[in-house]
């Protein structure tokens, strides 16, 4: 089993000089072959993997901190720490490491720091003095004590002898001691000296000095040196502020003794860091990055220290949702756990996801949701506040909360309605919570934030729960706002809202597709909205304009359509003539809204603008965008005109004429030739004027001469002698109609078959010349094509004859049926 006493978190140190954590693990010292030597190595906790592996070098620099950290350097501005949970772990990996170096455990530091330059490096190597020698420490020597302490700043290898000598000689408790006596004394200008002391040892970035400057007993004195700044004009009292003005509230009683010293400590530490030191130079900014880090590893010690404590959570959580709690009770309590929040976001997000789940296992949002309502101003920051931390870090964790409410609570009851509702009844007049609550919102309506997988669709299900239970609550004082021609209220808090609530629906315009455009088209909400274009406040017309803008971009034909059915480009092109060419923001966003259109060529807005528009926007001559729009609508208009004078060619055409085309069935062509072939010595005998070309195919010759159908097959019937487009490939003078005489169009009487009837002349057909130029303006006609099926491949082969014999049909005669003038049937044998 794993001693617990190696349990370790490993740190890397960023470039903004943060802390990241990298894991948490067990650490072992042993020989490895490849690096050979003693190395550090750390093994995660979880699943064994190798965290760390790092060679001891005997030249670098191991600092001590804190009795549970050991800080070093790897290579150049790589910094790392090992976080004991124990000291007697840390004491054995700190023995094992100054065994290797052959140092004395005893101290905090194993090796002088590297020096930054070579000039530096070869001066100090030649430096065989001892250490640096304080002087006594005495009233009369600390104009000197200030020399030698700010002399030493400037090289590395001296902060460091500087750093030693002062912890092994006591010399801050007998600095502290001297700032009693001049205080006494009023002695100012000791006390001037010893503010530039103590803010040189601050500039020395060591731990080892800063646990003696932040002890219980001695950290006061060391705010009040800070307190004489020879450059300030009035003193300022940071030990009365901390002592009497700062109060520590236990909202609930802390027993754990450790944890109550570190908080105090912290908030102590933090005071120095943030308000009494002078703020740091460029160049004195990277020298205070171990102050950093003493309270980031405070902050993560007090955290962990405070999630162990399941009593503590537990009575915390009770008191908060108890309904009957005092105002003043729930208050405390509310801003210990925003404070609590504050601190965790120094852990890593793996630390950080274990935090938020703690709090919610315990009932953090049931209790927010309390919270939230409480008519109480610095409550209800503090909840906002912690409602942010949360979604912020793991919206899904808030969104199934509410995908659960769906089904157990009333829509007034739900958490994202409570949100929606103090979003609306923010009392702050610049509207500082709604501002945070709306970005709340925005995080969790997010789509990109949205996990999917196999069992689960959490974009579907949110989406579909916001626009059913929430998205009436969102747009509740929009609606009310804009029942009139204008906006019915436009106070400042009332419009300030409106703007976020525009914004709100921008955003949903942008990235929910299909579940707003149902909205907005159901509800006329677009309509609702430009009413807005009305208001007094030009910013709030820019929202709606900007909505509108959002909605044009999608280039939907969906919304094209709404908009121009409803003509709600009205209260833009109204806003845009009522601005009167003004150069200012107004004009050019409607200007950019017209050019978009125009860029990316929509036409039905196109069409619509300057139909409805057009004759107020043609006097608009210093920008070109309308003279451009009217120019797309003139070639528009040519195209459709061209289109209308072809369509109504081809309606002349007789209807008879555009309906012939078919496919034939090869089965029915199969029977036809059999009987051809059957009937061909007959026909050929007998037919004398029939004459049909010695080239075709019997199947091209069928269909070039007419159809010999089956006498009891109707369809057949009604399919004969219909006229192909393609039939006439030779030129001449022969007719393209069958059954027509080269003579003036006139017909012959048939002499190709015995049993075939007289065929009367019939005034419906054309002269030859007509029907082909018809015909050729129909073969063009690839609309008309798709709508009555392909060309007849059947008859493409078919060659006409070379000379002026009228080509006849060849009709079979159908038992019983009257020919008479008026017969259909007749008509169709004509053609």
């Given at each position: 089993m794993t001693d617990t006493r190696r349990r370790v978190k490993l740190y890397a140190l960023?470039?903004?000089?943060?802390?990241?954590?990298?894991?948490?693990?067990?650490?072992?010292?042993?020989?490895?072959?490849?690096?050979?030597?003693?190395?550090?190595?750390?093994?995660?906790?979880?699943?064994?993997?190798?965290?760390?592996?790092?060679?001891?070098?005997?030249?670098?620099?191991?600092?001590?901190?804190?009795?549970?950290?050991?800080?070093?350097?790897?290579?150049?501005?790589?910094?790392?720490?090992?976080?004991?949970?124990?000291?007697?772990?840390?004491?054995?990996?700190?023995?094992?490491?100054?065994?290797?170096?052959?140092?004395?455990?005893?101290?905090?530091?194993?090796?002088?720091?590297?020096?930054?330059?070579?000039?530096?490096?070869f001066e100090d190597m030649s430096d065989t003095a001892p250490p640096v020698e304080l002087p006594p420490c005495e009233l009369n020597k600390l104009e000197t004590i200030n020399e030698l302490i700010a002399s030493c700043l400037s090289?590395?290898?001296?902060?460091?002898?500087?750093?030693?000598?002062?912890?092994?000689?006591?010399?801050?408790?007998?600095?502290?001691?001297?700032?009693?006596?001049?205080?006494?004394?009023?002695?100012?200008?000791?006390?001037?000296?010893?503010?530039?002391?103590?803010?040189?040892?601050?500039?020395?970035?060591?731990?080892?000095?800063?646990?003696v400057m932040f002890a219980e007993d001695t950290i006061f004195d060391v705010v009040g040196c800070l307190e004489y700044d020879p450059n300030a004009k009035v003193r300022k009292k940071h030990r009365d502020y901390l002592r009497q003005m700062a109060k520590f509230k236990e909202v609930i009683p802390i027993t754990n003794p450790e944890l109550l010293a570190k908080i105090h400590q912290t908030y102590r530490v933090q005071y120095i860091q943030d308000v009494v030191l002078p703020t740091p130079s460029v160049f004195e900014e990277n020298m205070l990055s171990t102050l950093s880090s003493f309270i980031f590893f405070n902050k993560v010690e007090i955290v962990s220290l405070i999630q162990d404590d399941e009593k503590f959570l537990n009575e915390l959580f009770s008191h908060l949702t108890d309904e009957t709690m005092e105002i003043s009770k729930r208050r405390d309590l509310v801003l210990f756990l925003k404070e609590f929040c504050t601190f965790s976001q120094t852990l890593q997000p793996q630390s950080?996801?274990?935090?938020?789940?703690?709090?919610?296992?315990?009932?953090?949002?049931?209790?927010?949701?309390?919270?939230?309502?409480?008519?109480?101003?610095?409550t209800k920051s503090a909840s906002i506040d912690i409602l942010s931390y949360i979604v912020e870090f793991s919206p899904s964790m808030v969104r199934d909360y509410m995908l659960q409410q769906a089904n157990s609570a009333e829509d007034e009851h739900l958490l994202l309605n409570i949100i929606i509702e103090q979003m609306m009844c923010d009392s702050d007049p610049e509207l500082g919570g709604a501002v945070q609550l709306s970005g709340i919102l925005r995080l969790l309506i997010d789509p990109e934030n949205m996990l999917a997988s196999i069992n689960k669709s959490e974009k579907a299900d949110f989406l579909n729960f916001f626009y059913k239970h929430s998205m009436h609550v969102l747009v509740t004082p929009l609606l009310s706002n804009t029942t009139g021609d204008r906006p019915t209220k436009e106070d400042y808090p009332t419009v300030q809202l409106l703007g976020l609530i525009l914004e709100l629906l921008s955003f949903c315009v942008e990235h929910h597709t299909y579940h707003i455009k149902n909205y907005i088209l159901n509800r006329d909400l677009l309509r609702r909205i430009l009413v807005l274009m009305r208001s007094r406040h030009t910013f709030l017309v820019l929202s709606a304009l900007r909505f509108l803008r959002k909605i044009i971009s999608l280039k939907d034909e969906f919304y094209n359509r709404y908009i121009v059915k409803s003509n709600l480009l009205s209260p833009v092109v109204d806003a845009f003539l009522r601005n009167n060419g003004r150069y200012n923001l107004l004009d050019s966003a409607i200007l950019e809204l017209f050019e978009f259109i125009k860029m990316e060529d929509i036409k039905s807005l196109c069409v619509y603008v300057v139909d409805t528009f057009g004759k107020a926007l043609d006097k608009v001559e210093y920008v070109q965008t309308f003279k451009c729009l009217r120019l797309r609508y003139d070639q528009q208009q040519d195209r459709i005109g061209e289109r209308e004078r072809s369509t109504s060619a081809l309606d002349s055409v007789p209807s008879l004429l555009r309906t012939t085309r078919f496919r034939r069935d090869p089965r029915q062509l199969e029977e036809e030739e059999e009987i051809w072939f059957n009937s061909e010595e007959d026909e050929g005998e007998d037919g004398a004027d029939a004459v049909t070309p010695s080239h075709t195919s019997p199947v091209s010759q069928v269909q070039a001469v007419g159809l010999i159908t089956s006498p009891t097959s109707p369809v057949a019937l009604s399919k004969a002698n219909l006229i192909s487009p393609k039939a006439n490939h030779g030129g001449g003078s022969n007719s393209p109609i069958i059954g027509a005489s080269s003579n003036g169009g006139s017909s012959s009487p048939s002499t190709s078959s015995p049993t075939t009837s007289p065929v009367p002349p019939s005034?419906?057909?054309?002269?030859?010349?007509?029907?082909?130029?018809?015909?050729?303006?129909?073969?063009?006609?690839?609309?008309?094509?798709?709508?009555?099926?392909?060309?007849?491949?059947?008859?493409?082969?078919?060659?006409?004859?070379?000379?002026?014999?009228?080509?006849?049909?060849?009709?079979?005669?159908?038992?019983?049926?009257?020919?008479?003038?008026?017969?259909p049937n007749k008509r169709a044998k004509l053609t």
């Open positions: 960023n470039a903004e000089r943060q802390w990241d954590d990298r894991g948490t693990g067990h650490v072992t010292s042993s020989y490895v072959d490849r690096l050979k030597g003693v190395s550090l190595l750390v093994r995660a906790e979880a699943d064994g993997s190798l965290l760390l592996e790092s060679k001891i070098q005997p030249d670098t620099a191991y600092q001590k901190q804190q009795e549970t950290l050991i800080v070093w350097s790897e290579g150049d501005n790589f910094d790392l720490a090992l976080s004991f949970q124990e000291k007697a772990g840390c004491d054995e990996i700190w023995e094992k490491i100054c065994q290797v170096q052959g140092k004395d455990p005893s101290v905090d530091i194993t090796q002088d720091f590297v020096e930054e330059s070579e000039d530096e490096r090289s590395a290898v001296r902060r460091e002898k500087l750093s030693t000598a002062l912890e092994m000689e006591g010399y801050i408790r007998k600095l502290l001691n001297l700032f009693h006596i001049c205080e006494d004394l009023e002695n100012l200008e000791g006390l001037n000296h010893l503010f530039e002391v103590f803010k040189n040892i601050f500039l020395l970035n060591k731990n080892a000095l800063f646990e950080r996801e274990t935090f938020f789940k703690t709090l919610a296992s315990l009932g953090i949002l049931p209790a927010l949701e309390i919270t939230l309502g409480v008519d109480d101003l610095a005034t419906d057909v054309q002269s030859p010349s007509t029907l082909k130029k018809a015909l050729v303006d129909y073969d063009g006609d690839s609309e008309e094509e798709e709508e009555t099926g392909p060309v007849s491949g059947e008859m493409e082969g078919i060659e006409p004859k070379k000379d002026n014999d009228t080509i006849l049909p060849v009709v079979s005669h159908v038992d019983g049926e009257d020919y008479d003038v008026e017969s």
